[in-house]
Structures are given as C-alpha cells and as structure tokens.
C-alpha cells in the first residue's frame, strides 16, 4: 500500500478484555515501531522490531502488553487485561532503512478505549 | 471530535503572519531531528528534517533551525495558512537503530 494502514481505527473494550491491533506497515520496510498516544500527549516508544527481531521492547508499560512480527511484515500489538489507563492512540511507523538517518512513516493509529 | 493537543502549548497566530516554533531536545548524541505535524485524528506527519552537521534547512515554507551548543530545534513557518493549524511535535532520532524520541509538542492556531 501508499501508506502505514492501521487496525481496527477505533477499539472499545471492556474492562479485562484482550485486544489485538494491527499494522501493515509500508512494503519493504525492514523497520516497524509502536507508540503509545495518551490524550494531549506526545508519542512514547513502545518497541521496535528489525525484520522479525524485537529489538527493543523497553517501552512497554507492563508485561501485559506483547508485539510480534513473525514474517518481518505485519505486526500485531497484544493487550491482556485491559486496564482504562491503557486507554489511548496506539501508532505504529515503518522506516526503510534499520540503521540510516531516514524519517519513519506513521500509520493513522488505533484510537482504544478501555471502558 | 477529541483534540490530540488539549494539554499542549499554544501558540495563536494571525493568517498570513510567520511563525516559530521551539524545540529544546535533551540527548546531545542524537544526529537526527524530524518536525511532525500532526492534525486531530490522525498520525504524525513528515514535514522537514536536518542531520547534527548541519545548522539550517529550508524547504517549502518551513525551515528548521538546529543549535547544537544549547540543544535547540525551531520551526519556521512563513506565510502562516488555516491548514497549518496542528499540534507540532519536534523528534530524535537516538540509539543504535534510530528510535525516534519526541519532544513536548506546540498546538499551532491561525486565526482567520
């Protein structure tokens, strides 16, 4: 696709649920990144994926929280429990280049609400 | 529809005016910096970039200014139009394989 394509755009759980959202990140893209957007904030790093490999996953809040891209393509962003201050924009961005100065891409976000 | 800067600085300004937004970034090993723009409801938006050896940039309508000695990003917008208004997030690129840190953003809003 043109762009970062995020899934579903909007999520509301209940209280103790488990959600799953999705990122199809740019074609090619050897670089995927989540963040976490809570309301009237900045982005915060979640984890980073080159390929397959989770780099980095220091930004996760809790261990209730997983990633995964098992093909190096698609990723999916797991959360067990669901609390209301897990409430927020998740975004996902993609890069080409793992390592070169190069601006990352961001999808449009999955707006969750935890009621 | 919710607004992604309800708690952010705000900067107001007249409709044809230049504006100037300020970063302060606070890792002196980062050699990349990005401005984002980001609209409500939607992701972050590329809109210039500068590398550490540098200490300007120019693109269309926006230039970006870098101080390494006091760790200072600012963004110039000339001719300030409505579909600037955004809130403006300065961001690093850090670390082995270029997390991408964000500032505290600035809420833009130009008066008609």
């Known amino acids: 696709g043109a762009g970062v394509s995020q899934s579903p755009r909007y999520k509301v759980a209940k209280r103790g649920q488990d959600v799953a959202l999705r990122c199809d990140p740019i074609s090619g893209h050897v670089s995927l990144f989540w963040y976490q957007q809570a309301l009237g904030q900045g982005p915060e790093f979640l984890t980073y994926f080159q390929n397959e490999a989770q780099l980095d996953k220091s930004g996760l809040p809790s261990d209730r929280f997983f990633a995964e891209r098992p093909e190096g393509s698609v990723s999916t962003l797991k959360i067990q429990r669901t609390q209301q201050e897990d409430s927020a924009v998740y975004l996902c961005?993609?890069?080409?280049?793992?390592?070169?100065?190069?601006?990352?891409?961001f999808g449009q976000g999955t707006r969750l609400t935890v009621v | 529809g919710e607004s992604v800067g309800l708690h952010l600085p705000t900067l107001s300004v007249q409709e044809g005016d230049n504006s100037i937004i300020n970063c302060a970034y606070s890792?002196?090993?980062?050699?990349?910096f990005i401005w984002y723009k980001q609209e409500s409801g939607k992701g972050p938006q590329f809109i210039i970039d500068i590398r550490s050896n540098m200490d300007k940039r120019q693109g269309q309508r926006v230039t970006v200014l870098l101080n390494k000695t006091v760790k200072h990003l600012s963004l110039q917008i000339a001719a300030t139009q409505p579909g600037d208004s955004a809130v403006y997030f300065c961001?690093?690129?850090?670390?082995?394989?270029?997390?991408?840190?964000f500032g505290i953003g600035t809420k833009l809003q130009v008066i008609p």
């Open positions: 890792n002196s090993a980062s050699d990349y």
């Open positions: 961005a993609s890069r080409e280049i793992g390592t070169l100065n190069t601006e990352a891409f």
């Open positions: 961001a690093e690129n850090s670390g082995g394989y270029q997390k991408v840190t």
